[in-house]
């Protein structure tokens, strides 16, 4: 069960500067029982972006968006509207979000913050990974997580390490930021990289209380 | 002396020095000697490629006291925010006003690839860090007691990287977040780093060109098969194996460092010579290059 948050509407507004219109997508599996994804919160992130002037061009759920086919199905079968729109915002956790962006060409958006692995262990079928930071960065780095794929984790672009596209840590291994740095040249985001200083806020990866309190989390407990 | 006030006046050169593996700090402090007066001043690395050693502040503060200045290097590896904001203020209580921050290699290119990775700040958040502390405020919006430091905020870019573009964007970001100077990756493409230097330009800050000199054919090749942002090309590698004794007794890698200085004056602000040890060769390579 992988706990995610919705991030505050401001926020969303934000990501959102200077777009017109967005399809949204919200994910079935765990964020719909967190209330970050499903219909219910497609619905009402839907109505607030609309009295906020945004257009939602279109709006789907998918059971699990951590699994890429089943993304793939869902864009072809709403192509069109998916095309019309400068992007698509989803409700999910990290990796669906990564999981999404992996197959299509179009800028995606994060809704939620996702931070916490509990009462069950997450299983996706899928490469992409989440370190439940809490303060998701998505947004910034065009659906690649600098958490997990940079291996010092770095938030504000690439150390001087990257070789031939590797790592320097390893030669085998894909320098993280090259990867981001190329999709976001790839969707003509650039810009996003020359944002303000990204700072990592250790604090958010502490999960209160409440959102400690899953179904799994009370059943362990007793 | 802050090197931001020299770079109106003359072309700036610095050297650097590597704290030793034990505390016994005499010998090291005697290499610095030989660079006294022949620099503008002098970068202590810390921890320099993951492998622990003797302090970058503690050698900071000893050149300080024999009338050296140091440009104090600080890399992200090794402590959160907490301690490196507790480490720069240190600093400017000893009088050191050259600070040069890196976010450091991984702790796995090290001697010690068990330690944790810290990387709490980054190179850009850190040198945003400096600029809230002399703004008088910590990360956290914290008021400092008393005066605020003040420092010459130095940050680093690769030049000769493929490609180069992501090196700007954060070098742009480097800049906007506080930095004042840049020294470089070692450059051994003149072309290439004019190139740099066309788009570097317009962030109005000045750019010390990385010497790096080079001792041996292996090094040469080494540095091509694992140095991020760094090619020798072929040109110079045959010049190190042209007369084997010369190159040896290092006075082909004097010769190649000075006419590298040469060629790429004319585009920067100053040079930033890495001795690596061969910390007796730089005052040959300053006068070969016509900068004594
Ligand atoms: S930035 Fe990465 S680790 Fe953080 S929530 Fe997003 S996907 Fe997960
Ligand atoms: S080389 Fe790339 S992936 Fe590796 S630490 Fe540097 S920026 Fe991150």
Redesign the interface.
């Known amino acids: 069960m992988i706990v995610s948050q919705q991030k505050p509407i401001d926020e969303i507004l934000k990501m959102l500067e200077g777009e017109k219109s967005v399809f949204v997508v919200g994910c079935n599996g765990c964020a719909e029982v967190c209330e970050t994804g499903g219909e219910k919160a497609c619905v009402e992130l839907k109505q607030k972006l609309e009295a906020s002037g945004i257009k939602v061009a279109g709006c789907t759920v998918v059971d699990f968006m951590c699994n890429k086919l089943l993304d793939s199905l869902k864009i072809l079968r709403h192509k069109k509207k998916i095309d019309s729109a400068d992007s698509i915002l989803a409700l999910t956790c990290g990796i669906g979000v990564q999981a999404i962006a992996s197959v299509i060409d179009k800028y995606v958006h994060p809704a939620n913050n996702t931070i916490y692995l509990g009462g069950f262990q997450g299983l996706w079928p899928s490469i992409e990974k989440c370190a439940e930071c809490g303060d998701c960065v998505l947004d910034l780095t065009g659906g690649i997580c600098p958490v997990i794929n940079c291996?010092?984790?770095?938030?504000?672009?690439?150390?001087?390490?990257?070789?031939n596209s590797k790592c320097?840590?390893?030669k085998e291994l894909d320098c993280g930021?090259?990867k981001i740095?190329n999709r976001l040249?790839k969707l003509n985001r650039?810009e996003n990289?020359?944002k303000l200083?990204?700072?990592?806020d250790?604090s958010k990866m502490f999960p209160s209380a409440e959102l400690r309190n899953t179904g799994f989390y009370d059943i362990e407990k007793e | 002396m802050r090197l931001t006030e020299l770079f109106s006046k003359k072309f700036v050169v610095t050297s650097e020095i590597g704290p030793p593996k034990g505390w016994q700090i005499e010998k090291c402090l005697q290499e610095a000697e030989h660079l006294k007066g022949k620099v503008d001043a002098i970068n202590v690395t810390d921890n320099q490629s993951s492998v622990m050693r003797f302090g970058s502040l503690a050698t900071c503060h000893f050149l300080k006291d024999r009338g050296i200045e140091p440009v104090y290097q600080v890399v992200c590896r090794d402590r959160n925010r907490i301690a490196l904001q507790s480490d720069i203020l240190s600093a400017a209580a000893f009088g050191i006003e050259n600070l040069l921050l890196l976010t450091g290699d991984h702790t796995k290119l090290g001697d010690h690839p068990q330690a944790k990775p810290v990387f709490d700040l980054d190179s850009v958040s850190l040198i945003y860090a400096v600029k809230k502390l002399e703004e008088g405020q910590d990360l956290a919006g914290n008021k400092l007691e008393s005066e605020p430091p003040k420092f010459s905020i130095g940050a680093v870019v690769s030049p000769c990287s493929d490609p180069v573009e992501p090196q700007l964007i954060k070098m742009e970001k480097k800049v906007k977040a506080g930095a004042q100077f840049f020294q470089t990756q070692a450059v051994y493409e003149t072309d290439k780093f004019v190139k740099f230097m066309e788009k570097a330009k317009q962030f109005g800050v000045p750019v010390m060109a990385g010497i790096v000199v080079l001792k041996s054919v292996g090094m040469a090749r080494y540095m091509n098969e694992n140095v991020a942002g760094v090619y020798v090309p072929d040109n110079l590698i045959e010049e190190l194996k042209k007369d084997k004794e010369k190159t040896k007794s290092g006075q082909t890698g004097i010769e190649i460092a000075a006419k590298l200085i040469k060629e790429l004056k004319p585009y920067c602000q100053g040079v930033h010579i890495m001795p690596l040890g061969w910390d007796d060769k730089v005052p040959k390579i300053i006068e070969l290059a016509g900068l004594s």
């Open positions: 291996s010092k984790s770095l938030l504000n672009g690439p150390c001087g390490g990257t070789k320097e840590i390893d930021w090259e740095y040249k650039l990289f020359q200083v990204k700072l990592r250790y």
